[in-house]
């Protein structure tokens, strides 16, 4: 199966490429620093499987997962990941990802279950599968999109036009997000939705 690997992170991703390139039935063909380069990789490879890391500059592995389902490509996606965030797992399984492994599983683990992800399978880190039955996000979709909208520094008039609302409207939902969240006020409903995987 053909492979590619995208994480940030240099020696990491060289350090797995040559640990997965040693797997007979496995080749790395290219990896990629950020989003971006991995989109790019995938669209002109057409690998089997992108081995992705979730915080990336320029795009996230979330989002690259978004992309491809978007444009209905083969690639199959499996995340890998440092957070057992409940809120990733939800957005990266919506996106269509096959696998969600944490970081510090041994390559072996992780080799098998590209292999499963290959054959059509998934592919879950056991204590992720339970990450996600702990916390269901609380949040609705348009909360959520206000809180996105505050966390980049808008003020409720400013998200009320960009989302064709009233800024009493905004307000209202910034409160329900507040209460929700059990926080002491926007930014720390902010910190709490991002933590969790939430935004």
């Not at 320029?58 to 690639?75: F, R, T």
């Not at 939800?90 to 041994?106: C, E, I, N, T, W």
Request: glycine residues 8%; charged residues 25%; aromatic residues 4%.
């Amino acid at each position: 199966m053909k492979v590619v690997v995208a994480e940030d992170q240099g020696m990491l991703r060289g350090a797995l490429s040559a640990l997965l390139d040693l797997e007979d039935d496995i080749e790395v063909v290219a990896q990629a620093a950020d989003g971006l380069q991995a989109l790019d990789c995938i669209q002109r490879l057409q690998p089997d499987i992108c081995v992705m890391d979730i915080e990336m500059p320029h795009m996230s592995g979330l989002d690259v997962a978004e992309k491809l389902k978007e444009m209905n490509h083969a690639c199959k996606v499996v995340i890998l990941t440092t957070f057992s965030r409940s809120g990733y797992f939800q957005r990266a399984l919506k996106a269509g990802a096959r696998g969600f492994l944490l970081k510090d599983s041994p390559i072996d683990e992780l080799g098998a279950a590209l292999r499963t992800v290959y054959k059509g399978g998934r592919a879950v880190s056991p204590e992720l599968a339970l990450s996600l039955f702990d916390s269901e996000n609380p949040l609705s979709e348009r909360e959520r999109e206000v809180l996105r909208l505050a966390a980049e520094g808008l003020s409720a008039g400013d998200i009320a036009g960009r989302l064709y609302l009233s800024a009493g409207t905004v307000r209202n939902y910034l409160s329900e997000a507040i209460q929700k969240l059990e926080a002491k006020n926007r930014i720390d409903a902010i910190s709490i939705a991002e933590k969790s995987g939430w935004l």
